[in-house]
């Protein structure tokens, strides 16, 4: 099962890594290191109480860091701050949902022992609160502080953040409404967290103001179908948003206006599909472009590229095969090239690499990790 948004990175040595979430932890793929070719794994991570809800986001350095949810139980993982509505550490035997945390910092390494951030509450908040969906993770990408944001079904959107210098702070709400669905978090170079969450009128977009305090900047009245939105850096504190719509599974974007930025809903052509898209920026002939991949309406995996911000200007989607894989990922790896990465219908790890000997966008077959 695919983890809650992006599952491929590229580490600090160049080489790629992917994971799956499996009903008892993780799994791992790792490039293998040069001269060798191909990939290692599938390396597994168990972790007790597992729920399979994991998700995922990457700093600047290449660190690996991940947001997951197991079941309570007895013991104390001496966790710092807030564990729920009662400030206490460890687990509380209860069995209720707990969120954990990790970190991988360099790739085929294993990763940091699991930390437990205890039981999302608001303070003073309503009992028996529950999430709405899979936490999520946001890293800022200077500093290197940690933002975990869960969505309650009645305490809103609440967050958690770790400093740079690895203190975690308490439980604080960013949004007050409580969203049905998850939230989808980024946070650009230099710029504020802001997430996407899903309502009842459409997609309310939250922002960062200073100081802990977040404000609702915009309220996009357009519907959107759960489980698909993404977010992609796409120029200096800007952020573009993409999402499908419900009737017939097109792939829409969406970015706040700003000087020299066109804003507003664009569509991206095509005939619909299926998930969330993948998304990278790469250099394609000396422009940066923006390159989508998904699970097209015919079942292939479909990849388009278009000059980044330009979305106006139309965007082509072009069959890779690999027909029945799905939840399609795209990332760039050491040589520059673009890979696309799928899993497929056995939940095996497959995978398409550009072919920089062709003009044009080419891509080699589809080969098994």
Not at 186 to 200: F, K, N, Q, Y
Not at 326 to 341: N, S
Request: glycine letters at 18%; one cysteine or more; aromatic letters at 8%.
């Amino acid at each position: 099962m695919p983890p809650a948004g992006n599952w491929l990175f590229k580490g600090g040595d160049g080489r790629l890594t992917a994971y799956a979430c499996t009903p008892h932890g993780l799994l791992r793929w790792t490039e293998a290191a040069a001269p060798r070719t191909g990939w290692t794994g599938p390396d597994t991570f168990g972790v007790e109480g597992w729920t399979g809800t994991a998700a995922m986001a990457q700093s600047r350095e290449g660190y690996v860091h991940f947001v997951a949810v197991r079941t309570g139980r007895d013991g104390s993982d001496g966790q710092d701050g807030q564990n729920g509505q009662n400030g206490q550490n460890g687990r509380d035997g209860s069995g209720r949902p707990e969120i954990i945390v990790a970190t991988q910092f360099q790739p085929g390494r294993p990763l940091t022992d699991w930390h437990s951030l205890g039981t999302p509450a608001l303070r003073g908040g309503p009992a028996g609160d529950r999430l709405t969906g899979p936490p999520r993770i946001a890293v800022n990408q200077r500093s290197g502080a940690t933002h975990v944001l869960v969505s309650l079904r009645r305490g809103g959107v609440l967050r958690r953040s770790r400093n740079a210098e690895g203190a975690w702070g308490g439980w604080k709400q960013v949004a007050p409404e409580a969203y049905e669905g998850d939230v989808t978090p980024l946070m650009s170079a230099g710029g504020p967290l802001e997430l996407l969450a899903l309502g009842p009128a459409g997609a309310d977009r939250w922002v960062g103001v200073g100081q802990g305090r977040f404000q609702l900047a915009d309220r996009i009245p357009t519907p959107v179908l759960p489980g698909t939105p993404v977010l992609c850096e796409t120029g200096p504190r800007r952020v573009t948003y993409f999402w499908r719509y419900p009737g017939d599974g097109s792939l829409v974007a969406w970015r706040a206006g700003h000087q020299g930025a066109p804003g507003g809903l664009m569509g991206l052509g095509g005939a619909g599909g299926k998930g969330a898209p993948g998304v990278v920026r790469s250099v394609i002939g000396g422009y940066d472009c923006t390159v989508l991949a998904q699970t097209g309406a015919e079942g292939d995996v479909e990849l388009t590229a278009y000059v980044t911000e330009n979305e106006g200007y139309g965007a082509w989607w072009a069959s890779l095969g690999g027909h029945g894989a799905y939840a399609p990922q795209v990332a760039v790896d050491a040589a520059g090239r673009i890979v696309v990465a799928a899993f497929d219908a056995r939940g095996a790890l497959i995978y398409t690499r550009q072919d920089t000997t062709q003009q044009g966008l080419v891509f080699g077959p589809w080969e098994a990790a």
